[in-house]
């Protein structure tokens, strides 16, 4: 099947920028998408690009999409101490997931 | 209004036994997934139904996983019997009717298994 793969672990000091990466191989996808999972919880959809668009931006969070490079990340302007939580970008043509980044925030 | 509903939250048994999941979506939601999640990877879907039909369940190890959605509003999923690498977090997620991909689904908190 198709991979999406993404570093791991991310520290980053709250009020600095993250950026979470991510590649993928499944160049057929209408969509990619960012999830974020806190401790205990479930999935919740963070936000989405569609593979048409070069960036999206949506309040703190801004989405870089390179087609040509298969690569995606994601943006925290501003990061805060609530914003540590996991990471999964996800390619909806066969419902995969990264393995997920984890973010941590410093005070 | 409500999200999905699942439980148990936490189980724990020994290989070899039996064990179930249950999942309520959110009402009027014609599309349920079930996924599996191990500690440090992405959630793997398991089986996709469209209302009470399978769509997909090319990842479901049908030796011992076991699905169904009758009435096709809630969902249980069955393990029989259970090996150690099982243990994992076992998400179900709804969407909407006449819709796919995965930003229209809503995840439940998830069932966490514990096979010793």
């Known amino acids: 099947g198709e991979d999406v793969e993404q570093s791991l672990f991310l520290s980053v000091r709250e009020g600095d920028s993250s950026v979470i990466n991510c590649t993928y191989t499944d160049s057929s996808s209408t969509y990619l998408y960012w999830y974020k999972q806190e401790p205990g919880a479930g999935l919740q959809l963070l936000t989405y690009?569609?593979?048409?668009?070069d960036m999206k931006q949506d309040q703190r969070l801004t989405v870089l999409l390179n087609k040509k490079d298969k690569h995606l990340s994601l943006r925290i302007a501003d990061t805060q101490t609530g914003d540590s939580a996991i990471y999964f970008c996800a390619s909806p043509n066969d419902m995969r997931f990264g393995a997920g980044t984890r973010l941590t925030v410093k005070p | 209004e409500a999200g999905v509903a699942q439980s148990p939250r936490y189980k724990i048994i020994e290989k070899r036994q039996s064990v179930a999941f249950w999942c309520n979506p959110i009402?009027?939601?014609?599309?349920l997934y079930w996924y599996q999640q191990i500690l440090g990877q992405g959630p793997k879907l398991l089986i996709q139904?469209?209302?009470?039909?399978?769509?997909?369940d090319s990842q479901l190890p049908k030796d011992r996983f076991s699905a169904e959605r009758l009435k096709g509003v809630d969902s249980t999923l069955k393990i029989q019997p259970a090996k150690l690498e099982d243990s994992a977090v076992y998400l179900c997620a709804s969407s909407p009717t006449g819709t796919s991909g995965v930003h229209t689904q809503y995840f439940g908190p998830g069932t966490r298994l514990t096979v010793l």
């Open positions: 690009i569609f593979s048409n668009m």
């Open positions: 009402s009027g939601h014609a599309t």
């Open positions: 139904f469209q209302n009470n039909g399978v769509v997909d």
